[in-house]
């Protein structure tokens, strides 16, 4: 299952970004879709994430201001970002604990490329 995300840029204090990551590959369900975020000389953090239930959890430096979506026919994650501020700089990655059926049964997690966000204050 590889993904690929996209959306990042740079924004000013208080803007929005949406966030997206396509899944793609073959005879695998996702389960959870979940996005993370590594800040310069941080560690990487779990930001927001997902159930194919429409269970969602958020960090609490971004609750109010993050929501996750998903389309779960399209196997896509989303990450709506608004009133952004300097300290949610980061790249964000998007990843997906998926299950592959066929003559065994694999499960897995994949990640994807990570993309920039910036917000200028």
């Known amino acids: 299952v590889q993904l690929q995300a996209s959306g990042g840029g740079l924004v000013h204090s208080g803007g929005s970004l949406e966030l997206s990551c396509a899944a793609s590959g073959s005879g695998f369900r996702i389960n959870g879709m979940n996005w993370h975020r590594q800040a310069p000389g941080k560690q990487r953090e779990l930001v927001a994430s997902?159930?194919?239930?429409?269970?969602?959890n958020y960090a609490d430096s971004v609750k109010g201001r993050f929501t996750i979506s998903r389309d779960n026919a399209k196997n896509q994650v989303y990450l709506q970002m608004n009133r952004l501020k300097p300290e949610d700089t980061a790249v964000y990655f998007c990843e997906a604990d998926y299950v592959v059926y066929g003559d065994t049964t694999v499960v897995g997690r994949s990640w994807g490329q990570g993309t920039q966000v910036t917000v200028s204050s």
């Open positions: 997902s159930t194919s239930g429409g269970i969602t």
